[in-house]
């Protein structure tokens, strides 16, 4: 059965840094394509950051250069890293997977809902000026 259980979540002032992790189980692909998706209060779910077994990454532009997605792959884990923190960074995030065993897409597609098959719970980053 797949998995994705997110944690790291919590409140942090601007400027703040914290590091989300989802630990996913379940696949029984070795190649992956996986993601951080975050979604504000009435606002669409957007993709934030996309890896895959490959190593190939994809950020949206608003936090490229502050984000970093990795994964620890003996831990079936999947970071992500977030420094810099800014009040429009709040929202609850969310890991994704595709349950193919590809690799991500190109570019845009990687940061796509349709992209992924499996989704955790999700987890709060609120962040206070």
């Known amino acids: 059965q797949v998995q994705l259980v997110e944690s790291g979540g919590g409140s942090v002032q601007a400027g703040g840094s914290l590091r989300l992790s989802c630990v996913v189980s379940g696949f029984q692909y070795s190649g992956y394509c996986e993601a951080w998706f975050r979604q504000a209060p009435g606002k669409e779910r957007e993709g934030v950051a996309s890896l895959d077994s490959d190593g190939n990454t994809n950020y949206v532009d608003s936090v490229r250069g502050r984000f970093t997605i990795s994964k620890d792959s003996a831990k079936g884990t999947l970071y992500l890293e977030m420094n810099s923190l800014k009040p429009e960074d709040a929202a609850i995030y969310y890991c994704?997977?595709?349950?193919?065993?590809?690799?991500?897409?190109?570019?845009?597609?990687?940061?796509?809902?349709?992209?992924?098959?499996?989704w955790g719970q999700g987890t709060q980053v609120t962040v206070s000026s």
């Open positions: 994704a997977a595709r349950s193919d065993g590809r690799l991500c897409p190109r570019s845009l597609a990687a940061l796509k809902l349709y992209t992924y098959t499996h």
